[in-house]
Structures are given as structure tokens and as C-alpha cells.
């Protein structure tokens, strides 16, 4: 399955960095994409997801998540 956030808030590439690490610390995420230009994290997942988990994640690390 296919999935993507849209992301507020991400400044730079430590910024990108730090999306991509929270979502591939998530099991069963994989393929994580994340455009500082599009404001957006692209991944997919074998099975499916708790959004909520991975919304969180991300907003542990500072940012605002949309879906």
C-alpha cells in the first residue's frame, strides 16, 4: 500500500532527515520518500497502518502533519 502526509513545518534537509527517521522507525514502513520542496512524505507499507502512530511520529519531531 501506498501512503502520504503532508508535512508543515520542515526547514531543511536536517528536517527531512529527521521525517524519513521517524517513519522508518515504524515497522512495516518502507520506500520513505520525503520532499522538503513538495512538503510531503511518501512510503508504503506491506500491511496496513495505524495513521494515528504514524502522524505521531512525525509530530513528535516538531512538525505538523495534514492528511
Known amino acids: 500500500m ?7 513545518g520542515m526547514s ?7 521525517v524519513t527517521q521517524a517513519l522508518q522507525s515504524i515497522d512495516g514502513i518502507e520506500d520513505v520518500s520525503v ?3 513538495d512538503k510531503q512524505a511518501v512510503f508504503s507499507a ?6 494515528e ?12 502533519v495534514w492528511d
Open 2 to 8: 501506498q501512503y502520504s502526509l503532508k508535512i508543515e
Open 12 to 18: 531543511c534537509e536536517h528536517c527531512v532527515r529527521a
Open 35 to 37: 520532499s522538503l520542496e
Open 46 to 51: 506491506s500491511e496496513e497502518l495505524d495513521m
Open 53 to 64: 502512530r504514524v502522524k505521531k511520529a512525525v509530530q513528535e519531531k516538531g512538525y505538523t
